[in-house]
């Protein structure tokens, strides 16, 4: 099997990124440090070429014909073991961590799957960084800042836990076959994980309905007269949308609710 007759297969999101531009970008943008890569669905092995030259590469690839193709192509470095790769679904294998030393996520993620993987690698203390390629709008959502109208739980998950920042657009020419939507390649900087299931449960609420009040989405599970007490401590207005107020702000709410 080649890449000539290779098909996309749609059940598992696959749009091959093939613009050497933006996988050289992918490339510079990465983290310079000791740690192993982790990439998520490596596809016709694209990517992995560039990896593979710069460090050891962990790799989870679910479509078992790929699979078969990525095991011939790579055949010497898997053999000088700078590349393992793994057949299977990614999220079956992944406990609380991917792999068993710190690792840097490097990766053109299926769009089907994205905001679910960097989750997991937020809460994954072995993850020390994100770098990955997903639709545009996602990239904007986990990099999002208070008072932009895409700002939500996504952003204040990320900002609690790391720096966030898009590295570069990418058209939807870059890639075989097409996808009709933009992409951005992003990179989270961990400090700390994603740990705190009670406070990911307020910005759900708080989310809810993004253009209500932060007080209405709030007050529908919360103490009215508790919240009352916290926006006046915190000195935020009670006409505040939950897209206004910042991360701080959040953790704040959320000690004094609790």
Known sequence: MNNNNVVAKKKFGQNFLQDQEVLRKIVEAMP?????????????????????????????????????LLQSKFREEINTKRLHINCGDVL?????????????????????????????????????????????????????????????????ITQSVGNAKIIVKVPPTAFDPQPKVDSAVFLIQKHSDRSDKDFEELLRVAFTQPRKTLMKNLSAKYDKEKL??????????????PHQVSTKDYHQLYKKIM
């Open 32 to 68: 310079k440090n000791d740690n192993k890569i982790v990439e998520i669905g490596p596809g016709l092995g694209d990517l992995t070429k560039f990896l593979v030259d710069v460090k050891s590469v962990e790799a989870f690839e679910v479509d078992t014909d790929l699979c078969k």
């Open 92 to 156: 079956e294998a992944w406990q609380s961590e991917l792999v068993d030393e710190p690792y840097d996520l490097v990766a053109n993620l299926p769009y089907y799957i994205a905001t679910n993987i960097i989750l997991k690698a937020l809460a994954d203390p072995m993850c020390k960084n994100i770098l990955v390629m997903v639709q545009l709008e996602v990239a904007e959502k986990f990099c999002a800042n208070e008072g932009e109208k895409v700002f939500g739980s996504l952003g204040v």
């Open 228 to 241: 009352q007490e916290a926006f006046n401590d915190l000195e935020l207005l009670s006409t505040i949308r």
